[in-house]
C-alpha cells in the first residue's frame, strides 16, 4: 500500500490542498493543471461565475471522456473482428495443410 501524502494545487488562482497516494502525486498535478487550463478557456469564453465555470468545464470534460470511451469501443471492436478473420484464415490454412498432406 502506498504511503499518503497531500498536494498543494492551484486552480483558478486559487490553492487547494489535496490528499493522494505518493505515487498518485505527479498525475494529480498534471490533472490539476488540466483542469486549470480549460477552466480557464471557459472563464475566457465569457462565462462569469466559479460554479458555472466548473459545471461547463466538467461537461466537456465528461464529453471528451464520452468520446475517448466510445472510440476505444469502436477501435475494440474492430480489434475483435479482425481477430476472428485471423482465426478463421489460420484453420483454413491448417485445413488446407491436412488436405494437402493427405493427397501426396
Known amino acids: 500500500m502506498s504511503e499518503s501524502s497531500s498536494v ?3 486552480i483558478l488562482d486559487k490553492e487547494y490542498r489535496v490528499a493522494c497516494a505518493a505515487d498518485g502525486r505527479e ?3 498534471r490533472a490539476a493543471r488540466l ?3 480549460q477552466m480557464r478557456e471557459v472563464k475566457d469564453a465569457n462565462v462569469i461565475g466559479l460554479e458555472r465555470i466548473a459545471v461547463m468545464t ?3 470534460l465528461a ?3 464520452l468520446q475517448a470511451t466510445g472510440e476505444l469501443s469502436q477501435q475494440s471492436s474492430e ?3 479482425v481477430s476472428a478473420l485471423l482465426n478463421k484464415v489460420e484453420a ?3 485445413a488446407c495443410n491436412k488436405l494437402a498432406g493427405v493427397l501426396i
Open 79 to 81: 480489434s475483435s473482428r
Open 35 to 37: 483542469l486549470d487550463d
Open 58 to 60: 466538467a461537461l466537456n
Open 27 to 29: 498525475d494529480l498535478i
Open 8 to 10: 498543494i494545487v492551484h
Open 63 to 65: 464529453h471528451e471522456l
Open 92 to 94: 483454413e490454412i491448417r
